[in-house]
């Protein structure tokens, strides 16, 4: 015990005077380095306002005579100018943390540093009103070698000091081990034993010691209930197995995921409980020592298996088993790969006619009256594709939850009545009437998504109307909530359509769709954009009579 009070003793002064070092160190290089970037910061400033004032000859001195190396570069990272190489034979600095910064926040730093040479360049870049950066660098010493040179004198001290501690603590551990020994041979009678002042209490911890460990015990049982408490409640499955593959633990989310019987219960063995053969052979690879994952079906539901060996000194004490329900992330993939094939395949029609009219018409064998058709349906085809591609792009914006700009005060029915006239000659081309009614209501929002969810359900109600039918956009408040209203007197939608219209690229008819243009993705961008606001939607419809969707704002 001497000797571990000593060594604790002498690797606790150490400790504390190496780490005073390392802190010192830290702290002053860190001081270094702010004060020469700030140098430099402070240099370019001076430099940008002695520029913006004309003044060329001060400039150029500034340059000269301050030992600081200048660079002048484009937004696109071509260097214009550098005050100690040949800008030409320079490369783009385009890929340079300190300019990438500066491009992005105003100003930006870094610091290279050459370990051959023993120094650092320090750099910090400012970006000017015109779009170029302008670039201060300074060669400094590294701390490193200043800090070297500390530790050869400090070593020597150190080990004097060590030396010193050593024998003041060997001194010491006599004089507080005497009384413990004593203390050691007899433990009843605390009374009868002269003691320190600050043994007493260790002497009566140690006849409570019996007391304390049914505490302690208490304590483990309570701690094992809060875990069982907690992998019960888990939204994930948990098994614990031992090395036989018999059951420790589960919790019931486990039971539930894997079809098991309620009555399987602790101690049973799990190949008796679980008949799936992908699951099974992951345990029995556990229990080998390898690591393994299966994803499967069961019973509906799309199940991570995890089976992973728990060990023990390299030896192999059981099985922890982790099943996770990924059902709704699966059918979220599934509805991504879906979108991927419809989008390849609306990309590829257009597309499709696009070549062919070019190919007519590079060929020659397309008449000269009819070059002037084909580049009208070139054109048209065209206008469809960018079409596409902007709600595309609107939908993965929405999808990813790109900000939009600030919440504003939205006057609805103003907005509807914009939306109106915007649509009025596309209406009066279809024969269609659209007007804008109902009360001056307001929510807080994004006035061009809002924009867009109005003219996307107009639009799409003049598109699907009859001739001389008409559109009406109304704002009111139903049961305390805001709504916008658009309906139609259109084709209607049949009944066992009307949950799926607002699918990406669901149409009715596909014939009709094509003919009527629009991309398919329109009611998709209302739904993103009514979830933004936390809004509902509602439709209703009747074929040949027309279709009415509200959206319900809270």
């Given at each position: 015990?001497?000797?571990?009070?000593?060594?604790?003793?002498?690797?606790?002064?150490?400790?504390?005077?190496?780490?005073?070092?390392?802190?010192?160190?830290?702290?002053?290089?860190?001081?270094?380095?702010?004060?020469?970037?700030?140098?430099?910061?402070?240099?370019?400033?001076?430099?940008?306002?002695?520029?913006?004032?004309?003044?060329?000859?001060?400039?150029?001195?500034?340059?000269?005579?301050?030992?600081?190396?200048?660079?002048?570069?484009?937004?696109?990272?071509?260097?214009?100018?550098?005050?100690?190489?040949?800008?030409?034979?320079?490369?783009?600095?385009?890929?340079?943390?300190?300019?990438?910064?500066?491009?992005?926040?105003?100003?930006?730093?870094?610091?290279?540093?050459?370990?051959?040479?023993?120094?650092?360049?320090?750099?910090?870049?400012?970006?000017?009103?015109?779009?170029?950066?302008?670039?201060?660098?300074?060669?400094?010493?590294?701390?490193?070698?200043?800090?070297?040179?500390?530790?050869?004198?400090?070593?020597?001290?150190?080990?004097?000091?060590?030396?010193?501690?050593?024998?003041?603590?060997?001194?010491?551990?006599?004089?507080?081990?005497?009384?413990?020994?004593?203390?050691?041979?007899?433990?009843?009678?605390?009374?009868?034993?002269?003691?320190?002042?600050?043994?007493?209490?260790?002497?009566?911890?140690?006849?409570?010691?019996?007391?304390?460990?049914?505490?302690?015990?208490?304590?483990?049982?309570?701690?094992?209930?809060?875990?069982?408490?907690?992998?019960?409640?888990?939204?994930?499955?948990?098994?614990?197995?031992?090395?036989?593959?018999?059951?420790?633990?589960?919790?019931?989310?486990?039971?539930?995921?894997?079809?098991?019987?309620?009555?399987?219960?602790?101690?049973?063995?799990?190949?008796?409980?679980?008949?799936?053969?992908?699951?099974?052979?992951?345990?029995?690879?556990?229990?080998?020592?390898?690591?393994?994952?299966?994803?499967?079906?069961?019973?509906?539901?799309?199940?991570?298996?995890?089976?992973?060996?728990?060990?023990?000194?390299?030896?192999?004490?059981?099985?922890?088993?982790?099943?996770?329900?990924?059902?709704?992330?699966?059918?979220?993939?599934?509805?991504?790969?879906?979108?991927?094939?419809?989008?390849?395949?609306?990309?590829?029609?257009?597309?499709?006619?696009?070549?062919?009219?070019?190919e007519l018409i590079e060929s020659g064998m397309a008449r000269d009256e009819d070059i002037k058709g084909f580049a009208g349906k070139i054109h048209n085809e065209?206008?469809?594709?960018?079409?596409?591609?902007?709600?595309?792009?609107?939908?993965?914006?929405?999808?990813?939850?790109?900000?939009?700009?600030?919440?504003?005060?939205?006057?609805?029915?103003?907005?509807?009545?914009?939306?109106?006239?915007?649509?009025?000659?596309?209406?009066?081309?279809?024969?269609?009437?659209?007007?804008a009614e109902g009360e001056e209501l307001t929510i807080s929002g994004n006035r061009r998504m809002m924009h867009e969810l109005v003219y996307n359900l107009a639009?799409?109600?003049?598109?699907?109307?009859?001739?001389?039918?008409?559109?009406?956009?109304?704002?009111?408040?139903?049961?305390?909530?805001?709504?916008?209203?658009?309906?139609?007197?259109?084709?209607?939608?049949?009944?066992?359509?009307?949950?799926?219209?607002?699918?990406?690229?669901?149409?009715?008819?596909?014939?009709?769709?094509?003919?009527?243009?629009?991309?398919?993705?329109?009611?998709?961008?209302?739904?993103?954009?009514?979830?933004?606001?936390?809004?509902?939607?509602?439709?209703?419809?009747?074929?040949?009579?027309?279709?009415?969707?509200?959206?319900?704002?809270?």
């Amino acid at each position: 015990m001497k000797r571990r009070i000593n060594i604790t003793f002498c690797l606790g002064v150490i400790g504390a005077m190496l780490i005073a070092l390392f802190v010192t160190a830290a702290a002053f290089n860190n001081l270094f380095q702010k004060h020469v970037l700030n140098d430099l910061k402070n240099y370019a400033q001076k430099l940008k306002e002695t520029a913006l004032e004309g003044n060329v000859d001060s400039a150029s001195e500034l340059i000269l005579f301050s030992g600081i190396r200048v660079t002048l570069i484009a937004g696109d990272g071509k260097v214009l100018f550098d005050s100690e190489t040949d800008y030409l034979e320079m490369e783009n600095h385009s890929d340079r943390p300190e300019i990438i910064e500066a491009a992005l926040k105003g100003s930006g730093t870094d610091i290279r540093s050459s370990a051959t040479i023993g120094k650092s360049t320090y750099y910090y870049a400012l970006r000017l009103s015109n779009g170029n950066i302008l670039r201060t660098a300074k060669l400094a010493s590294n701390f490193e070698p200043f800090f070297r040179q500390a530790v050869y004198i400090l070593v020597p001290v150190m080990l004097a000091l060590v030396i010193l501690i050593l024998i003041l603590s060997n001194l010491l551990s006599k004089k507080i081990i005497r009384p413990i020994e004593v203390l050691a041979g007899n433990l009843e009678d605390i009374n009868q034993i002269r003691l320190y002042d600050e043994l007493v209490p260790f002497a009566r911890k140690i006849k409570e010691q019996q007391a304390d460990i049914q505490q302690n015990m208490e304590s483990i049982r309570r701690e094992n209930n809060k875990i069982h408490l907690i992998t019960r409640n888990m939204s994930e499955g948990i098994i614990f197995l031992d090395s036989q593959s018999n059951i420790l633990s589960m919790n019931e989310r486990a039971v539930s995921l894997l079809g098991m019987d309620g009555k399987t219960g602790l101690g049973e063995n799990i190949l008796n409980s679980i008949r799936n053969n992908e699951i099974l052979m992951a345990i029995e690879k556990a229990a080998q020592g390898e690591h393994n994952y299966v994803e499967l079906e069961l019973e509906g539901r799309q199940l991570q298996f995890f089976a992973n060996p728990v060990t023990d000194e390299d030896v192999n004490a059981g099985v922890l088993c982790l099943v996770l329900d990924i059902t709704e992330k699966y059918n979220r993939e599934k509805l991504r790969r879906e979108f991927t094939a419809n989008v390849s395949h609306e990309l590829k029609t257009p597309l499709t006619s696009i070549s062919g009219y070019a190919e007519l018409i590079e060929s020659g064998m397309a008449r000269d009256e009819d070059i002037k058709g084909f580049a009208g349906k070139i054109h048209n085809e065209s206008s469809r594709l960018l079409e596409l591609i902007n709600d595309i792009i609107k939908l993965s914006e929405l999808d990813e939850g790109v900000p939009s700009g600030e919440p504003e005060e939205i006057n609805l029915l103003e907005l509807a009545r914009d939306c109106a006239r915007s649509l009025e000659k596309y209406a009066q081309d279809k024969r269609v009437t659209i007007q804008a009614e109902g009360e001056e209501l307001t929510i807080s929002g994004n006035r061009r998504m809002m924009h867009e969810l109005v003219y996307n359900l107009a639009e799409n109600a003049i598109r699907y109307n009859k001739k001389d039918g008409t559109v009406r956009i109304k704002i009111g408040r139903e049961n305390g909530k805001t709504f916008i209203l658009v309906a139609d007197t259109g084709i209607g939608i049949p009944a066992e359509y009307q949950n799926r219209i607002f699918e990406r690229f669901f149409r009715v008819d596909k014939s009709r769709s094509k003919a009527t243009g629009g991309t398919g993705l329109g009611l998709s961008i209302v739904k993103h954009i009514a979830g933004a606001h936390k809004a509902t939607l509602e439709c209703k419809s009747e074929v040949g009579q027309g279709t009415s969707i509200k959206v319900l704002f809270p």
